[in-house]
Nanobody
Framework: QVQLVESAGGLVQAGGSLRLSCVATGSTFSIATMGWYRQAPGKQRELVATISSGGNTNYADSVKGRFTISRDDAKNTVYLQMNSLKPEDTAVYYC??????????WGKGTLVTVSS
């Protein structure tokens, strides 16, 4: 089993920055992809960004150029640097780890609120 714990989110003014982290504990071998998703009130959960074991990244169009995902495998941690935040970025952010075998694990989520 893998347990994922996200860092605290918070309240940020529009245009500000915030960095989220998610650390995995437990059986952390064979983690292929790490990613961040978000769910705004009344909306479905959506992909924000993913990063493969080889460092390939994928971003939602809405965050390209503003958010950066990175990973530190030695620390079993994935990061999400969020810059130029907008009120529409307000959501609960979840990290997700996927093993090569396909098993997925989710964090419990952390709330990011961007005020205008």
């Amino acid at each position: 089993q893998v347990q994922l714990v996200e860092s605290a989110g918070g309240l940020v003014q529009a245009g500000g920055s915030l960095r989220l982290s998610c650390v995995a504990t437990g059986s952390t071998f064979s983690i292929a992809t790490m990613g961040w998703y978000r769910q705004a009130p009344g909306k479905q959960r959506e992909l924000v960004a993913t990063i493969s074991s080889g460092g390939n990244t994928n971003y939602a169009d809405s965050v390209k150029g503003r958010f950066t995902i990175s990973r530190d495998d030695a620390k079993n941690t994935v990061y999400l640097q969020m810059n130029s935040l907008k009120p529409e970025d307000t959501a609960v952010y979840y990290c997700k780890f996927t093993r090569y075998a396909g098993m997925t694990y989710w964090g419990k989520g952390t709330l990011v609120t961007v005020s205008s």
